[in-house]
């Protein structure tokens, strides 16, 4: 059983949240070596912090291919600062792995409006989903 993580989009500076296709992006692939299998992951941070704190499971079925994939996004709620970090995947099953670690960065920068006027965005909006630690960031399912 093998895990590979890539990151697009690993540094980025602007409004946030930032947008989808401009935020660090992170695909997983998974390989496994035989099928029937189920894996089980998480997305973790290098500093210790659960990103994801649910184990999800990837299920590979007999007569069916051998690599799948997940993807997330990082994301944030603040409206300044820079958050850095790494993300990786632990895997507890079939056997215990880590993947690689992939560093990403984001700096939220306030806006200026060109017309006068501000559009603040509505929390409503944002996905239920995320994980995100208080002022810092967070993954969200990548759509």
Do not use: H
């Amino acid at each position: 059983m093998k895990v590979t993580l890539q990151g697009e989009n690993t540094e980025y500076s602007g409004p946030c949240p930032p947008p989808d296709g401009e935020a660090p992006a992170f695909t997983a692939t998974f390989t496994v070596g035989r099928v029937p299998v189920d894996v089980q992951y998480r997305w973790v941070s290098k500093s210790g912090n659960v990103s994801d704190p649910g184990w999800k499971t990837l299920s590979f079925p007999s007569g069916g291919g051998k690599t799948k994939q997940d993807s997330v996004t990082a994301t944030t709620e603040s409206e300044e600062g820079t958050f850095q970090g790494e993300i990786g995947i632990e895997v507890r099953g079939p056997v215990e792995t880590e993947s690689n670690s992939v560093a990403f960065s984001v700096t939220c920068e306030e806006e200026d409006p060109t017309d006068g006027a501000s559009s603040p965005t509505d929390p409503a909006d944002e996905p239920g989903d995320s994980a995100l630690a208080p002022g810092g960031p967070g993954l969200r399912p990548r759509s």
